[in-house]
C-alpha cells in the first residue's frame, strides 16, 4: 500500500530565494500531508506557512552547479515513522525528521554518496567515497554501499556494498519499481532484486548496455511499475521491470 500524491496543497512561499535553488524535495508525510524541502548552495529551508524557515544546521559546501539527491526513508532509523534524507555529492549525507536542523547520518560514519534511495529496509547511497574525493574506492563511481541501521551502522550487513560492473559506466541514479530496483548508468541500465540466498543479500542484471541515462534529474517515476527518463540517445525512455 502506497499513498498518492495531491492530498494536501503547499502553502504559498511569499518571499524570493536569496541565492540559486539548486533542490526541491517532496517530504511526504505518514498521514498524506507534504511539506517542501528547498536546497541552495549551502542551506536548506522548508517551506513553513508562506515563510521559508532555514533548517540547514551546519552550512552546506555546494555550488551553483551541484546536483542532490534525496529520498523518503519509512522506518525507524531516526526515531520518526517518515524521515527525509539527502545528499549533494560534497558533503555527507544527511537527514530530517520535521524538527529542529539536518543532522548528519551515523554521527559522520557514513561514506560520501552522489546518490540514495531506500528499498525494503536498506538505506542505498551510490557513487561512493570514504573521504569525499570520490578518487579513493576503486570503481567507487559504479559502487553501492547499503545498510539497514543507516543512522547507527554502516558496516552492519556482510557484504554492504553492490559494484555495477556489467558496463564501465557511472552509477547516475536509481529508482524503485516494486519490489525491484533500476539503477540507471551512464551506459546502461541494471535490475536489482532483493534475495534470500546465502553469500549475497541482491542479484543484479544488465537489462542493456546499448543506451543510458542523460541525466539524474531527469529520472521521474510515474507509478509503482514503471519511470520514464532522458536517455543518452536524446530519447525519453520508458524503464520497467520487463525492460527499457
Not at 83 to 104: A, E, K, M, S
Not at 231 to 236: A, E, R
Request: aromatic share 10%; net charge negative.
Amino acid at each position: 500500500v502506497s499513498g498518492r500524491g495531491g492530498m494536501t496543497k503547499y502553502p504559498v512561499g511569499a518571499s524570493a530565494a536569496a541565492a540559486d535553488i539548486i533542490g526541491l524535495f517532496n517530504y511526504r508525510q505518514a498521514d498524506g500531508g507534504h511539506i517542501l524541502v528547498r536546497m541552495q548552495p549551502t542551506s536548506v529551508q522548508w517551506l513553513n506557512g508562506s515563510t521559508w524557515t532555514d533548517i540547514t544546521g551546519t552550512a552546506l559546501t555546494g555550488t551553483s552547479t551541484t546536483r542532490p539527491a534525496y529520498a523518503i526513508v519509512d522506518d525507524s532509523g531516526a526515531g520518526d515513522a517518515m524521515t527525509l534524507l539527502f545528499t549533494n555529492g560534497i558533503d555527507l549525507p544527511r537527514y530530517w525528521n520535521g524538527t529542529g536542523n539536518t543532522t548528519v547520518i551515523a554521527s559522520n560514519t557514513s561514506p560520501y554518496g552522489k546518490g540514495v534511495f531506500y528499498y525494503l529496509g536498506f538505506v542505498f547511497l551510490t557513487n561512493v567515497s570514504d573521504n569525499g574525493t570520490f578518487t579513493d574506492i576503486f570503481d567507487g563511481e559504479r559502487t553501492g554501499r547499503f545498510s539497514d541501521d543507516w543512522n547507527n551502522d554502516w558496516g552492519t550487513c556482510e557484504g554492504n556494498l553492490i559494484v555495477l560492473d556489467e558496463t564501465p559506466g557511472t552509477w547516475e541514479a536509481s529508482v524503485v519499481l516494486g519490489r525491484a530496483v533500476i539503477a540507471c548508468k551512464s551506459d546502461g541500465f541494471v535490475l536489482l532484486r532483493h534475495t534470500t540466498a546465502t553469500g549475497t543479500r541482491f542479484t543484479q542484471e544488465l537489462m542493456t548496455d546499448k543506451v543510458g541515462i542523460m541525466s539524474a534529474l531527469s529520472l521521474q517515476k510515474l507509478d509503482e511499475t514503471t519511470a520514464i527518463c532522458l536517455g543518452t540517445d536524446n530519447t525519453l525512455l520508458l524503464l520497467s521491470t520487463n525492460g527499457v
